[in-house]
């Protein structure tokens, strides 16, 4: 659907996956509007090298408010929408499931009918509702075994099921009305600019503050990483090649436990910022696990590589190097992410439920 200057709303645009894909379309030669609430994970210094260029924009707003969406598709009458804008943290969604249920499920309808209206509207102009889901959405694997695109529904945390609501929303709308709509579920995204509550970054800069490092349970759950600016080239060859109406499964091919990860992240800030004494893996704890806490998420994305040509460019020991130096080197945007409402603070117990 790429055309010089088209134009994307891309909603969540100050988040980390957000942020990352505001750049990259930047880079691909479109124009962006970027519409974020600004909550406690939005950060508009992620997109400060990008805030004077003539081909974005930033509003800020909320995507429950159907009447600001209607001014804000009338003015800038965009070519696609792009959805990002949800909360995303499964420890947030234990303690408190109510903002979840708000943005995750009412928002995208707000935004499904905001973009029904603004595609009756435009005779035929072409248009795509792109909306970025999670392989959470799936629940839980053993041992073995990939989800991909049939992969039945089986939610297990408030987020996840929030997310699962929204995919099904956007499918009801495709059918119900004809709202050209794609469907994208990601793997665990890592990377520059990644909100610190998420694993990685949070062991990162709790580790540089000599804080202890939490590990749920005794760290043998399951997750598959993938880079985030893979993800965002994906996304992108969804929204400019995939096929109306049909699911894209995005994994990394990148499967580790959460304590190879942590373990791995010590190793490298011993190599690149070591202690005065000792390794960071002695800050290591175990600590309770999570309510519901899936044990293993793994995705097949032959679907995506064989009718796109997409796959990942950043193996796992690449990747994870790269972004532990970009936060060594970006401790003034890590300082602006702590000054505000986040301290390195364990949630997600459910005592507040």
């Keep these: 659907m790429k055309n010089v200057k088209a134009k994307l709303l891309i909603t969540g645009g100050a988040g980390f996956i957000g942020s990352n894909l505001v750049r990259y379309s930047l880079e691909q030669g479109y124009g962006v509007v970027n519409l974020d609430k600004l909550t406690y994970a939005g950060n508009l210094s992620s997109l400060e090298a990008v805030s004077a260029n003539p081909d974005y924009v930033f509003i800020q707003g909320d995507i429950c ?36 249920i708000n943005t995750n499920i009412v928002g995208t309808f707000a935004l499904l009918e905001a973009s029904r209206r603004y595609y009756a509207g ?18 839980s694997l053993g041992s073995s075994g990939f989800f991909n695109e049939s992969t039945p529904y089986s939610p ?43 694993l990685i970054p949070h062991m990162i800069l709790s580790a540089l503050k000599e804080k202890s490092l939490p590990v749920y349970g005794d760290g043998s759950n399951v997750r598959d990483w993938l880079f985030v600016e893979d993800h965002c080239r994906a996304i992108i060859s969804v929204l400019e090649k995939g096929r109306i109406g049909e699911t894209y499964a995005i994994g990394g091919n990148s499967e580790r436990t959460n304590l190879q990860i942590v373990h791995k992240l010590c190793d490298l ?5 070591p202690r005065a004494a000792g390794s960071y893996r002695d800050l290591i704890t175990f600590v309770k696990d999570r309510p519901g806490h899936d044990y293993r998420y793994a995705i097949d994305s ?17 990747g994870i190097r790269e972004t532990v130096e970009w936060y060594l080197t970006n401790i003034g945007w890590i300082d602006d992410i702590l000054s505000g409402q986040y301290r390195l603070t364990r949630i997600g117990e459910g005592e507040n439920s």
């Excluded at 159907?66 to 943290?89: I, K, Q, T, Y």
């Excluded at 435009?122 to 629940?139: Q, Y």
């Excluded at 800030?269 to 910022?273: A, I, N, S, T």
């Excluded at 032959?302 to 690449?318: N, V, Y």
């Design 122 to 139: 435009e005779g035929e102009k072409a248009f795509r509702f792109l909306h970025v889901s999670t392989d959470e959405v799936f629940g």
């Design 156 to 198: 297990r945390s408030p987020y996840s099921a929030s997310k699962a609501a929204s995919d099904h929303l956007v499918r009801a709308w495709q059918h119900t009305y004809n709202l050209p709509v794609l469907i994208t579920n990601c793997s665990n995204n890592y990377g520059p600019y990644q909100f610190p509550e998420k």
């Design 269 to 273: 800030l011993d190599e690149l910022r």
């Design 302 to 318: 032959a679907k995506i590589q064989m009718e796109l040509g997409w796959s990942p460019t950043r193996d796992f020991e690449t």
């Design 65 to 100: 408010d159907r009447g600001f969406l209607d001014a804000v598709f009338l003015e800038h009458r965009p070519d696609a929408v792009l959805n990002l804008a949800a909360e995303s943290h499964v420890d947030r969604s234990i303690d408190g499931p109510g903002d979840f």
